[in-house]
């Protein structure tokens, strides 16, 4: 065990697990504590937009020209993470030309592929676009994956030896003699990987360098080590449609505003976002209004959306930051570029940075730009490698092979697999035992929600992200028990319960906020599977099994009898005696 | 030429059917359109009654518990003696295919999770599996059945039954495709397909030969319920045979085999009751006189064909079912727009626990005694339409366990008091 490192990262989102990476590829001794899954705070909480850079062409420059920067770094080391679904921006009738004019020069300007198509054209390539379209810019915006791509940081982190902690919070920075030393985490009880210490332990972990890395929590980071970190936690609301109604990022070509944006991504479209801020980035409002005005906004652009199904809403909190005294009052204002604070410059203490703002599509660079800063703090002199190192999953991954055959799959459910998988299709999908479906809507099967086990233990929302699985039109109602199962053996059954418990819950939460139409008829029947079939609702108080119908016997002798019962003993545990091998033939 | 019947009953699932039949043999013509699949397919063939009021401790007595039950309760409405009595209707038409009727009392299943569930009637096939006797039990689960792990159904169980359980997870004879349908496992069984040449032996025998080998003192042997489909029971009793003890399925989620099975029953009932069922085609519109329904449209594709009756049944499901519908906007019952009550506010009709007391559970129509829909201020909406099973709101069928008692008692009350005021 490592309880000393020469880099600490706190935070398992992009940014973080980009830091752990790239500052483990330089050889430092890197750990990196997140204090739920990975993804868990705004990574896991976006719409998965690869920026072109063409949002930012007008407003801001400097972001817009790094955007697609990295939009090209992406697409070479991450190519399983990412889809190249191109985006439009569309101008409709009563929007403004100006804007129009502005943003096509400002992609020019900034080096971003940029091509004007008239409506015709537009509506040739997204048919579902309004009548009203006037005309369009089309730029290389895509899809990304965040949970692949931030779990693919940290997995390749871990492969140059850095120990990632997922399920740890920051109790404690420690500061001795003035100089931040490391911090004290919990680890937390419950479901999850814990390979490094027991649940429900605190542990201190010292670093020469510690990378507050926790986006809209950083203030409260900030806070256990005596610093202020002035974040400002901005809410926006996503709505994630059940089918893609289209295939291209499109996006609404006029001055900033909420409701202006749909994503493609993968089986689905998600419609983004609003943009209000909130005191606490973990509890805020999650508000009907915001939902309603996704669907009714968006549907000037699609209109089909307004009759289409919904399946769920999510949230997610930008951890926006400006300089001290800026005074910008409205949060879409607020720039989205990132800040390091060198607490040693800024605060006079030592041993601690924070990162704060950005965007992720550039959270490989901003890491860059960190672990250069920490190198020069440590006196290391290592190059950064991320930008050409592919991510495991992305090396040499490139032809397109059958593999319906290959691994016994039915081709949909192949073609899927290896997508997310990327360059470890082969370690993953070949088995020689059977590799049945797991969840039927996202095509997941059996080998990749075990592989998924290996990276994240028994917590099975760190296996949703990693997979898919239960993120489909059912939203988990078909699926969330088998994936439970495929815990066990490995899990006892109270983990495996409380795991399978917590799925559900986590799934329905975002589902009540889609609770009407095929939304409401599918949540009515997930209900129905898990507390009529499987009595999945509660853990019924049995006093006495012997008062209950034991049923007719029809015996041996060809007479009937009704079975007696031994109502005398009560309920008991004899778990030890449980056989759990398969059958080796 | 016209269609007309005196009975026109909407909706075929295990409302609309119990209330066609009792409709028939009363002696009135019959006819039973019904839109989509029914949902008996995706539930577990258990007949649950009432398993739960309010508490954590299941009911040993439904009936007794069914006057505590809040007014607006569909049991309330058709009275405990309607439920005995459907009941006894469902134990004739279902004859050998389920027991339970021999009492009152509710038996506790145990269910593919590995929970305990309380429930009035079972299948047969799951007899032998009740929670409520006590002998040793082994479950056996397979590697291609993703849904049922019975080792961990097993660990489950065994916490709170006084019996032992132990489970293990086996292969099913025979090459079958990873991600085989469970009911291309029961035609297996159903054909005794000949999975090992060389040894001559059946699909039953091979799997009964794999099972012997983790048998040990086990009492009775529990499978996933994928026993057959047409040849369940010889499927089982070959499987005893082999195994020299009892055999039973645990009840699963869709596809359900037994849901299968008891539809067959019912259509073969609705049958040879004279019952005329069309099935395929909705029904989107209504004509009414003077606070009665005359006809309604029934949407055959290329037109809407009137069907006249004098007395109807809504029997269309639920949310689940689409029997009631729901916009962002709000919730209706889609064919005779009958009033739901609702909170006005989208986000009222839900908790923020799953499984926390859910007011979109109990959405559906309000009805009188007669079990016809009542209107916003309480009033019949037609003089001649009643309302049966899931469509019917006021209760929460998952919670309680009365998803089948409601549909049984309420189908039968509706097919009553159509006849009754045929006369």
Known sequence: MTDRVDALVVGGGSTGCGIARDLAMRGLSVALVEQGNLTHGTTGRMHGLLHSGGR??????????????????????????????????????????????????????????????????????????????KRAIAVPDGAVDPFRLCVANAADAAEHGARIETHAKVTDVLVEDGEVAGVEVEHESGPGKRNHSLPGTTEEIRADHVINATGAWAGRVGKMAGVDVEVRPSKGVMVIMNVRQVDTVVNRCRKKGDADIIVPHETTAILGTTDVEVEDPEDYPEERWEVDMMIETLSELVPILDDARTIRSFWGVRPLYEPPGTGTTDPTDITRDFFLLDHEDRDSL??????????????????????????AKLGVSAECRTAEEPLPGSEDFSVLRDYMDEFGLRSPIGRRSVQRLGSRADDVLETTDPN?????????????????????????????????????NCQGGF???????????????????????????????????????EGLSQAAL????HATTMSLDRTPEIADFGAFDSGVETATDGGERTTGSRSSSGPRSDGGRTERGRDGD | ?????????????????????????????????????????????????????????PLVEPFEAIADLPDEHPYRKVGVEAVRESLALFDEIAGDLYEGGHTETNALSPTYGGRVKPTGRYPKSAAAGLASRTEDTLLVGFEIVTSFDAPLAA??????????????????????????????????????????????????????????????????????????????????????????????????????????????????????????????NPVVGYTADDGRITAVSVDRGRREVPYHAEQFVLATGGLVGKGIDSSREGVSEPVFDCHVPQPEERYEWFHDRVFDDQPYARFGVSVDDGLRPLDSSGEPEFSNLRAAGAVLGGYDMAREKSASGVSLSTGLVAGQRANEDLQ
């Open chain 2, 1 to 57: 030429m016209a269609i007309e019947s005196d009975v026109l009953v909407i909706g075929g699932g295990l409302a609309g059917a119990t209330a066609a039949i009792e409709a028939a043999r009363g002696g009135a013509s019959v006819r039973l359109v019904a839109h989509k699949e029914n949902t008996l397919r995706n539930a577990s063939g258990l007949i649950d009654v009432l398993g739960y009021n309010g508490g954590d401790e």
């Open chain 1, 526 to 529: 997930n209900y129905q599977l």
């Open chain 1, 350 to 375: 030592p041993g601690m940075t924070s990162i704060v703002g950005g965007k992720f599509t550039t959270y490989r660079m901003m890491a860059e730009k960190i672990s250069d800063h920490v190198c």
């Open chain 1, 479 to 517: 699926c969330c028990h088998r994936m439970a199962n495929e815990l066990h053996p490995r899990y006892d059954e109270p983990t495996v319960s409380e795991a399978w418990d917590e799925l559900v819950q986590e799934r329905w939460k975002g589902e009540r906020h889609a609770l009407w139409g």
């Open chain 2, 155 to 280: 660990e489950r169980l065994d916490s709170s039954v006084p019996f032992d359980v132990r489970g293990v997870t086996i292969r099913f004879p025979g090459e079958f495709r990873a991600d085989a349908r469970i009911t291309r496992l029961a035609t297996a069984l159903d054909a005794d397909e000949l999975r090992d040449r060389e040894q001559r032996l059946g699909t039953r025998e091979a799997l009964a030969a794999r099972v012997a080998e983790y048998l040990g003192d086990a009492e009775r042997v529990g499978f996933p319920a994928l026993l057959g489909d047409d040849e369940h029971q010889a499927v089982r009793e070959a499987l005893e045979t082999e195994l020299g003890v009892p055999v039973f399925e645990v009840p699963m989620g869709p596809p359900s085999l037994p849901g299968m099975r008891l539809e067959d029953r019912l259509y073969e009932e609705l049958d040879a009751e004279g019952v005329r069922v069309e099935s395929g």
């Open chain 1, 436 to 472: 049945p479906t797991v969840c039927d809507c996202e095509a997941v099967t059996r080998a990749e929600i075990q592989d998924a086990i290996d990276g994240s233990g028994s917590d099975l929302n760190a296996v949703r992200i990693r997979t898919r699985a239960s993120m489909g």
């Open chain 1, 56 to 133: 930012y062409a007008v407003s801001d420059q400097a972001s817009a020209r790094e955007c697609i920067e990295e939009n090209r770094v992406l697409r070479e080391i991450a190519s399983h993470c990412v889809e190249m679904t191109g985006g439009l921006f569309v101008q409709l009738e009563d929007d403004p030309d100006e804007y129009f004019e502005e943003k096509l020069a400002g992609c020019r300007e900034c080096d971003i592929p940029a091509e004007v198509l008239t409506a015709e054209e537009a509506r040739e390539r997204e048919p579902y676009l309004t009548g009203d379209v």
